[in-house]
């Protein structure tokens, strides 16, 4: 499996078969100078929708959009409700995290997540190999959270999103904050990782990429 960070919350996921997923296709403006998503994609989840999270129209290819749980192309999205802010949605609304397994690999997308889960919903997740989570504040939980959760959650491989870079003016932090301290991170210096099922790091691994676009 292999995936791609094209920008702030919206990855694209590719099985070993040829299966393509899109996370949370953004919308350039507003403070997002990533560029164009121009990718196409079997599968497009949509975690919520705001303008930089819901840009199906991006996305080329004809693909089935998923904004709950679904079965599409053999994979299977289970979808756990959630809110936006801490204030049960009142402030921005609801949030859906996505976990779906590819090559015997589970990913969650959280979304943008604006709270604590509860341990009932952290049971929800299962067992998560690679969690894509939001870790700049402000819409999103903050890294003194993110941090907490991951410990919580215990995955394999941690990959941040929805954080201030060069291409992204939203007031929130940039990634610095979540890593602060960390022995077990690696910076790649580029967009896409592989990954292989059995050959996941033993414990949490967090693995910064940068924008493919």
């Known amino acids: 499996m292999n995936i791609k960070w094209l920008g702030h919350a919206s990855f694209l996921i590719a099985s070993d078969s040829g299966v393509k997923i899109i996370t949370d296709p953004y919308e350039t403006g507003s403070g997002l100078s990533y560029g164009e998503i121009t990718e196409s994609a079997d599968i497009v989840a949509v975690s919520h929708e705001h303008s930089d999270h819901n840009n199906v129209a991006a996305v080329g290819g004809n693909p089935k959009v998923v904004r709950g749980a679904a079965r599409v192309k053999g994979i299977e999205f289970e979808a756990i409700p959630c809110y936006h802010d801490d204030a049960r949605g009142k402030a921005r609304g609801k949030n859906t995290i996505f976990c779906f397994e590819v090559d015997d690999i589970k990913v969650c997308h959280l979304g943008d997540l604006g709270h604590r889960l509860s341990d009932g919903q952290v049971a929800e997740l299962g067992g998560v190999d690679i969690l894509l989570i939001p870790v700049g504040g402000f819409y999103t939980i903050d890294a003194r959270v993110a941090i907490e959760l991951c410990g919580r959650i215990k995955p394999r491989v941690v990959i941040p999103m929805h954080y201030k870079t060069d291409k992204c003016d939203y007031p929130i932090a940039g990634v610095e904050r979540f890593l602060q301290g960390k022995e077990a991170v ?28």
């Not at 690696?186 to 676009?213: C, D, H, N």
């Open 186 to 213: 690696t910076r790649s210096g580029v967009s896409e990782a592989e990954f292989k099922a059995g050959e996941l790091p033993p414990g949490t691994q967090i693995v910064v990429l940068k924008p493919a676009l």
